[in-house]
């Protein structure tokens, strides 16, 4: 060895071994939250254009996913139900209630079933609340909306409501109305604070959700603006979130480790989402980076931040290598 170099912090990290000892970060499966699409009116699973890896599910075929997913040991999952058709009002929610009862006939416990709540994949104009003539989000008729979806997803079995709207005041008035309906032990995980990002590009295609005018500037958060972000967990702990939520988490870190300083005694999810997953598969399908370790790497930078739960497109790849 060379006495004018002396080794100091490389000797920690000399070998596999003794890396794996001295790592003070890391993830588990049942951190991990796997999403799925559920398609009205499709005959059997396919591919997911917009996100690679991904399905465009049936009710049927998404039961056949999550037995896979548990053979993974990914036991969380978050599903996205997507309708045939697309209304201004006087939504169906039959399909979604299918999905539901479907997944909780069949797993019962053995699975947390959360349900994204949102508007967007229903409205003809892919709003996430109900518009106006004037074409501005009236925020009173979309939180109601939302309650009341809430209640009759709780009803059918959903453990984890998660609403994605962003709308004001709807954590408060979906915690209501799910206790007057009797439905206490609904945990409510707030996409508390959800910036206005590009990154949602491949999830918009997938779910036939982009808005067909504006954007959804005048309810998500500026990616610019720290007190808004800080303001809007505060909002939704103060109403009764069970799991506050920051999305998307790579390029929002600094937002997830405040969140989780102010709120240490909530749990924190972050949702990787589809365009930071994509970007990866992106980039390994053109021989730039091995898509898990790049996928690992995101993931320990979101944990190291603060996170206890992690929404991932890729939990089910992952699952079997994590404790
Ligand atoms: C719907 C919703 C979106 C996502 C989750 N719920 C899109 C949006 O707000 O435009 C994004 C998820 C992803 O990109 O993976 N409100």
Do not use: W
């Amino acid at each position: 060895m060379d006495a004018r170099y002396p080794l100091t912090l490389r000797r920690q990290r000399q070998s596999s071994a003794i890396r794996n000892l001295l790592a003070d970060v890391h993830l588990k499966s049942s951190m991990l939250v796997q999403p799925y699409f559920i398609y009205q009116g499709l005959k059997s699973s396919e591919a997911l254009p917009a996100i690679f890896g991904q399905l465009k599910n049936t009710p049927e075929t998404l039961l056949k996913e999550i037995e896979k997913g548990l053979e993974n040991k990914i036991q969380s999952v978050l599903t996205f139900h997507v309708p045939q058709e697309k209304k201004a009002k006087d939504f169906n929610y039959d399909f979604d209630l299918e999905i539901i009862s479907g997944v909780k006939k069949r797993f019962g416990h053995d699975v947390v079933l959360m349900t994204d709540l949102c508007l967007c994949s229903h409205t003809l104009d892919g709003h996430c609340g109900f518009t106006t003539p004037q074409g501005d989000i009236d925020n009173h008729s979309s939180v109601q909306e939302l309650a009341n979806k809430a209640l009759l997803f709780a009803q059918a079995g959903a453990d984890v409501i998660s609403p994605s709207d962003m709308m004001d005041s709807r954590i408060g008035a979906i915690r209501e109305k799910l206790n007057q309906g009797g439905q206490e032990k609904t945990l409510i995980m707030s996409y508390s604070s959800k910036f206005s990002s590009q990154f949602y590009g491949p999830f918009r295609e997938a779910a036939h959700s982009a808005p067909s005018f504006g954007d959804r500037k005048s309810y998500q958060i500026d990616p610019r603006n720290l007190k808004d972000a800080l303001a809007s967990s505060a909002r939704d702990a103060s109403e009764g979130a069970d799991i506050l939520m920051v999305k998307p988490a790579l390029a929002y870190l600094d937002i997830l480790a405040k969140v989780k300083e102010s709120y240490s005694h909530l749990p924190l999810a972050a949702y990787q989402v589809s365009g930071e997953y994509q970007g990866l598969k992106l980039m390994s399908d053109h021989g730039l980076l091995s898509f898990e370790q790049a996928l690992l790497e995101t993931l320990y930078s979101i944990r190291r931040a603060g996170a206890d739960i992690i929404i991932t497109y890729g939990a089910n790849q992952l699952g079997l290598q994590l404790k």
